[in-house]
């Protein structure tokens, strides 16, 4: 029989008789270790450990030991749920598209006909009978067919043949089977059903087919999987406290923000409790940029497409902007997905010195993006939002310092929200792949320089990342870990040398000549209002400090009739202080007027009965606490204004 030969990763090679299987290979090797491993690779592709080997090259065995084994945990109890939907009366007839791992788990999309819609009450039936499957250890096969036969054994599921007419002609077509069930697949499966031990199906949601929003709605079942019982039970917990803390679920509960079809998809309405805290948001950002010399303006939400196509946003980003509207005249207008050339505007009305610069324009600039309706989500992915957008115009000799300038403002802005995990990521361009950026090598290697040296100067750690600059520049993101514990990028500070080419600006210098061309700086300090008001009720949990609350006391007076006039009376002193407070005219008990105020998340409840109203004093409850505290009306909003001024950050 003809030999094949593999070369192993520590770079011993060795023969084998052509159509040994990679588990054969391991127990040659260590009985522990063929117990241990998930599948293999062969030149890089997936083979699985019961597939004949029919040819040599480099080898790999994947264990359970590798990160990547668990992607491939993952992909087979994808398969798993297929096959078990499959043996159920109800979904027998059902259609499936593509079912991956993904980073926190897996996911199948499926078609279920008119009336047999999946739904979470479903989930332990068919759970039971994947444990079924799991206890018949069926061994997972892989094996190569023709198109034609590929098209015979899939031709009563759309999807499977829509993706084979997809595929090249020349590419190999796989198939993986477990016992009743088969699959189109390319490998990364485990040797059998057996390995696939703890697992949960957690949620259920619409998506478009292939992602496409003209194509059919599916059913995507979402699930994980894991090694062992203990870190499944961990990511079901941090599953339910990202549920507690979902910005949706919270809003709604707060009554901060709804979304709505009649209104639009992606189009939230704040309610006065959210519109709140948005305000407390734009007063505090505003209020540090004017102490920071920047110059406030109002722009327009609408401009002439040219602008765009100017700036090259139209080139680069029009899959992401809406249509523009034909006004008939000739003039295009164009809903604006970005500020900059609106701010270039600002710089262009009139003659421009060297004495004007550093010039900072600054805005709460709204702005319209197109995002498919499947990727909307509350306020953190919305159609319409409002950047906290500045852009500085500066001589090139001043970028490395206002560069520093905003940095230290952005930190600034971070202590006064408590914003402590953070790191900062450097983003340049892709060297491999230059096309989509602006083409000037010499521009792109100094200000990436500069960049690198303005970090370095400060003395601040941060890591590169090719591949995440903006088409025009590279940036500087600071990554900040959400309460749900990703990552996502906050604020942003951008070098652009193109923009200020592509508009011709210029200004006069200090020998008289006004052909010299400023350096622009784009930057988001909390980023847009929706977005940053999402990252702070997730990572509040809703119960905000006291400077951001919608209602920052309650008042509950023990009888309205009795001490109505005392409970309005420290109403009106609060509020005349600034503060935002609430009489309670409900007449309930006691315990369940407070319970209410606790579950409303308010910093402060306040209860006056007798002996408050007759020495004009308060009884103080804070927020999550069950001591109660009594003081004198002056006292306490001495101390709510000192809460309020400190930005409710912990004394040191």
């Given amino acids: 029989m003809a030999e094949i030969t593999l070369n192993f990763p520590d770079g011993a090679k060795k023969s084998y008789e052509a159509g040994i299987k990679p588990v054969e290979v391991a127990s040659q090797i260590a009985k522990s270790?063929?117990?241990?491993?998930?599948?293999?690779?062969?030149?890089?592709?997936?083979?699985?450990?019961?597939?004949?080997?029919?040819e040599g090259g480099d080898?790999?065995?994947?264990?359970?030991a590798d990160e990547e084994s668990l992607a491939i945990l993952r992909h087979s109890t994808a398969h798993l749920l297929a096959q078990a939907m499959?043996?159920?009366?109800?979904?027998?007839?059902?259609?499936?598209?593509?079912?991956?791992?993904?980073?926190?788990?897996?996911?199948?999309?499926?078609?279920?006909g008119a009336g047999n819609q999946v739904s979470v009450d479903d989930f332990a039936e068919i759970e039971a009978m994947m444990k079924k499957i799991v206890k018949e250890d069926l061994p997972i096969l892989s094996h190569e067919i023709t198109r034609d036969e590929a098209l015979e054994t899939f031709k009563d599921d759309p999807y499977k043949v829509e993706l084979i007419n997809d595929l090249p002609a020349d590419e190999p077509i796989t198939v993986a089977v477990q016992g009743d069930h088969l699959e189109l697949d390319r490998g990364g499966l485990v040797p059998s059903t057996g390995w696939i031990k703890h697992f949960k199906l957690v949620s259920v949601a619409g998506s478009y087919w292939r992602g496409q929003s003209d194509k059919a709605v599916l059913q995507r079942v979402y699930g994980t999987a894991f090694w062992n019982a203990d870190d499944l039970e961990a990511d079901l917990q941090r599953r339910a406290e990202a549920k507690e803390r979902d910005h949706r679920n919270i809003g709604r509960d707060?009554?901060?923000?709804?979304?709505?079809?009649?209104?639009?998809?992606?189009?939230?309405?704040?309610?006065?409790?959210?519109?709140?805290?948005?305000?407390?948001?734009?007063?505090?950002?505003?209020?540090?940029?004017?102490?920071?010399?920047?110059?406030?303006?109002?722009?327009?939400?609408?401009?002439n497409l040219n602008l765009y196509k100017t700036s090259g946003h139209w080139d680069h980003y029009r899959e992401d902007m809406f249509p523009p509207m034909d006004m008939g005249d000739g003039e295009f207008l164009e809903l604006r997905p970005m500020n900059c050339p609106s701010h270039i505007s600002v710089y262009q009305h009139k003659p421009r010195s060297y004495r004007d610069l550093?010039?900072?324009?600054?805005?709460?600039?709204?702005?319209h993006r197109y995002e498919k309706s499947g990727a909307l989500t509350g306020l953190s992915r919305v159609r319409e939002m409002t950047l906290n957008d500045g852009h500085t115009f500066v001589a090139p000799d001043q970028l490395e310092e206002e560069f520093k300038s905003i940095l230290k403002m952005t930190m600034g802005v971070y202590e006064d929200f408590d914003i402590t995990d953070y790191r900062f990521r450097l983003s340049y361009r892709d060297p491999e792949n230059t096309a989509k950026y602006f083409d000037d090598d010499e521009m792109w290697e100094k200000s990436q320089a500069q960049l690198k040296r303005a970090m370095d100067d400060m003395g601040l750690d941060y890591f590169e990342a090719p591949g995440e600059a903006a088409f025009y520049g590279p940036k500087l993101d600071i990554q900040t870990k959400t309460a749900l514990g990703g990552e996502?990028?906050?604020?942003?500070?951008?070098?652009?040398?193109?923009?200020?080419?592509?508009?011709?600006?210029?200004?006069v210098g200090e020998d008289g000549q006004d052909n010299h061309r400023p350096v622009m700086l784009h930057r988001g300090i909390v980023g847009t209002m929706e977005r940053f008001t999402a990252y702070l009720i997730e990572i509040y949990k809703g119960a905000f400090p006291t400077w951001l609350a919608p209602l920052?006391?309650?008042?509950?007076?023990?009888?309205?009739?009795?001490?109505?006039?005392?409970?309005?009376?420290?109403?009106?002193?609060?509020?005349?202080?600034?503060?935002?407070?609430?009489?309670?005219?409900?007449?309930?008990?006691?315990?369940?007027?407070?319970?209410?105020?606790?579950?409303?998340?308010?910093?402060?409840?306040?209860?006056?009965?007798?002996?408050?109203?007759?020495?004009?004093?308060?009884?103080?409850?804070?927020?999550?606490?069950?001591?109660?505290?009594?003081m004198s009306a002056a006292d306490f909003k001495a101390l709510v204004m000192a809460d309020v001024a400190n930005y409710s950050r912990p004394q040191k």
């Fill in 254 to 303: 707060l009554d901060l923000f709804f979304t709505s079809q009649k209104v639009g998809s992606g189009l939230p309405v704040w309610l006065p409790n959210g519109a709140t805290i948005r305000r407390q948001v734009e007063r505090y950002i505003v209020d540090k940029e004017l102490a920071n010399d920047y110059l406030h303006v109002y722009t327009p939400v609408l401009s």
């Fill in 59 to 64: 080898f790999q065995l994947i264990t359970t």
């Fill in 552 to 630: 920052q006391v309650q008042i509950i007076p023990v009888n309205n009739g009795a001490h109505g006039a005392y409970a309005r009376q420290i109403q009106k002193e609060l509020q005349e202080a600034g503060l935002r407070a609430n009489v309670e005219t409900k007449e309930a008990k006691m315990g369940y007027l407070i319970r209410e105020a606790q579950t409303k998340k308010v910093p402060y409840t306040l209860v006056l009965g007798d002996d408050e109203q007759d020495n004009q004093t308060v009884t103080v409850r804070r927020y999550g606490q069950k001591e109660t505290e009594k």
């Fill in 358 to 367: 550093p010039l900072r324009i600054a805005e709460l600039g709204m702005m």
């Fill in 33 to 54: 270790l063929a117990k241990k491993s998930v599948a293999a690779k062969l030149n890089g592709h997936y083979v699985g450990m019961n597939d004949p080997l029919t």
């Fill in 488 to 507: 996502e990028t906050l604020s942003t500070i951008q070098l652009d040398f193109l923009l200020p080419e592509r508009f011709d600006l210029t200004y």
């Fill in 86 to 112: 499959r043996r159920l009366p109800k979904f027998a007839n059902a259609h499936f598209g593509v079912g991956p791992a993904i980073d926190n788990g897996f996911y199948y999309d499926t078609d279920n």
